[in-house]
């Protein structure tokens, strides 16, 4: 069984930065952060993932992204420290695809001819990526797994089960 993949083909026209496409985050419609949070149970148990298209490669980088996120929660932790937590991540794990710290860069087939002006926009659209996502993880972690309308102060023991699982045995 192949791993999903993104349904937010090139073919939508995005402006596209050392393969990863900005594709607009909105909180209102379904976008690539909530393709993510739908996405990343399954694919978690995947060893190999094909990239189809750009969209697949801001997945990867999405499921990993919120593979660290979960590593951060404890079953301790409450919501509103969560929040901060991730928050002060998603700022401080500025290390995008292209840059020399990059462990992925192989793998995102990273260009070399990219300017610094494009390379500084890919920055500031990873980083609203990354606390956009955190935000939308953090209501799906704290509710309740029975009645999902219900928000909690302890993480769901559902969500914290895949922080032992990896990726394609990879990390951020």
Known sequence: MPAYHSTFID??????????PL????????????????????NTFFKNFEFLNNSDRLLTYGILY???LLLILNPTLNKNDATRKFYNYAIDNNI???DVN???????????NVN??????????????????A????SKVYTDFKDPMVVTDVPNKFWLQF???KFMNKSL
Do not use: C
């Open 11 to 20: 073919t939508f026209n995005f402006k596209v930065i050392n393969n990863i």
């Open 23 to 42: 594709i607009p985050l909105d909180t209102n419609q379904y976008d690539i952060t909530d393709e993510v949070l739908d996405l990343f149970k399954a």
């Open 66 to 68: 919120i593979n660290s």
């Open 96 to 98: 995008v695809p292209g």
């Open 102 to 112: 990059f462990k992925l860069n192989s793998m995102f087939m990273i260009q070399s």
């Open 116 to 133: 610094r002006s494009d390379l500084e926009e890919l920055k500031q659209y990873l980083q609203a990526f990354r606390i956009t996502l």
């Open 135 to 138: 935000n939308k993880l953090i």
């Open 163 to 165: 922080s032992k699982r």
